[in-house]
């Protein structure tokens, strides 16, 4: 067996490098994974294939990768490559998960409340008007027939909102609803942004990543497109992958999918030109990835208020009609 190569600077070989990442991981599903490459890298096979035979536990992307670094003898950069790669996507994932989930936070929290309101409040404030003779306005009577109709029927809504919460989940799982989901996630006002936004960033990072590693062109776009959240994302860089391999520059594909910014086609255009093709993808993967940052701030500083104005707005009108017959009887009485 040939001499087996060192993993990084510090001279560890790989065989002993995974033998010492299984001791220190602690998911179990992944120490098994490691020890099982572990044991066949001992018995000489190739890490790429060692890892491949793992059931997905690692990243296509990762295997390919480990493969070209095999092959060129620059496995420790590939490895590198692929923790800065993994470093920014996590980082960008987190920054798109934190700009949804607060949002939808607050709009459970108000939903929370509002039911509260309905189902609580509204009735003992009903019930001290129930045998006085005042007359209701138009706004009390429709929040107090909803607030009947709440505390009447509370099982019947309970069960449609999770019917919608399940039917929703079961059709997006399909075919036609991934395209409507997808379609919907990039064009609604604000969130629509960040999410083309991330798919630049990836299609950057990966690309520059896999090219730099020494993986072909074409498999360097089919791995990224895979990689793509976004079925539209998933479709367009496969429809690029089939064009490329007839030929056509990789920026034509990203221009007529209409889904990727001027700026992207431009600089992969400039990039193919000049033969620097990895520079200009390094530079739309930092453009994006603190453009990212900056768009899911932005994001949550206009949501964060315009969500507690709805909230005041709605709790508003509810508190309101409930003390238009308090005033109603003030009146009566004077």
Same mark, same amino acid.
């Given at each position: 067996m040939s001499p087996v190569p060192s993993i990084n600077n510090a001279g560890v070989s790989v065989v002993e490098a995974f033998g010492m990442l299984a001791d220190q991981t602690e998911n179990k599903a992944l120490q098994d994974a490691i020890n099982a490459v572990h044991t066949d890298i001992g018995k000489g096979e190739t890490l790429a294939k060692a890892m491949r035979k793992q059931g997905g536990v690692f990243p296509e992307m990762l295997c390919n990768m480990v493969e070209a670094g095999e092959a060129s003898g620059s496995?420790?950069?590939?490895? #590198?490559?692929?923790?800065?790669?993994?470093?920014?996507?996590?980082a960008l994932q987190q920054a798109v998960k934190k700009a949804v989930t607060y949002p939808i936070i607050l709009v459970v929290v108000m939903i929370a409340v509002i039911v509260a309101?309905?189902?609580?409040?509204?009735?003992?404030?009903?019930?001290?008007?129930? #045998?006085l003779d005042v007359e209701m306005p138009a706004s009390t009577m429709f929040i107090v027939h909803l607030s009947d109709f709440m505390v009447a029927w509370w099982w019947l809504c309970l069960i449609v909102v999770i019917a919608l919460i399940f039917g929703w989940k079961a059709y997006a799982?399909?075919?036609?609803?991934?395209?409507?989901?997808?379609?919907?996630?990039?064009?609604?006002?604000?969130?629509?942004?960040?999410?083309?936004?991330?798919?630049?960033?990836?299609?950057?990072?990966t690309l520059c990543t896999l090219l730099g590693a020494g993986v072909p062109m074409v498999d360097a776009i089919d791995i990224t497109g895979r990689s793509m959240e976004n079925l539209l994302y998933k479709r367009a860089m496969k429809d690029a992958k089939d064009q490329v391999l007839r030929g056509v520059p990789l920026s034509k594909p990203l221009q007529s999918c209409g889904l990727f910014p001027a700026m992207v086609v431009h600089m992969v255009a400039i990039g193919e030109e000049t033969g620097n093709i990895?520079?200009?993808?390094?530079?739309?993967?930092?453009?994006?990835?603190?453009?990212?940052?900056?768009?899911?701030?932005?994001?949550?500083?206009?949501?964060?208020?315009?969500?507690?104005?709805? %909230?005041?707005?709605?709790?508003?009108?509810?508190?309101?009609?409930?003390?238009?017959? %308090?005033?109603?009887?003030? #009146?009566?009485?004077?």
């Open positions: 496995l420790d950069k590939s490895f #590198d490559r692929m923790s800065i790669q993994f470093e920014k996507d996590a309101m309905m189902i609580f409040v509204i009735p003992t404030f009903m019930n001290m008007f129930a #045998d799982a399909t075919e036609s609803g991934k395209e409507v989901t997808s379609a919907l996630a990039i064009k609604l006002p604000i969130l629509g942004n960040v999410k083309t936004k991330s798919a630049c960033a990836r299609l950057g990072r990895e520079a200009m993808l390094e530079n739309v993967a930092q453009y994006y990835e603190e453009d990212v940052q900056l768009a899911t701030e932005q994001m949550m500083t206009i949501l964060e208020p315009a969500i507690i104005v709805v %909230m005041a707005v709605i709790v508003g009108y509810m508190c309101i009609a409930i003390f238009q017959p %308090m005033l109603t009887l003030y #009146d009566a009485l004077s």
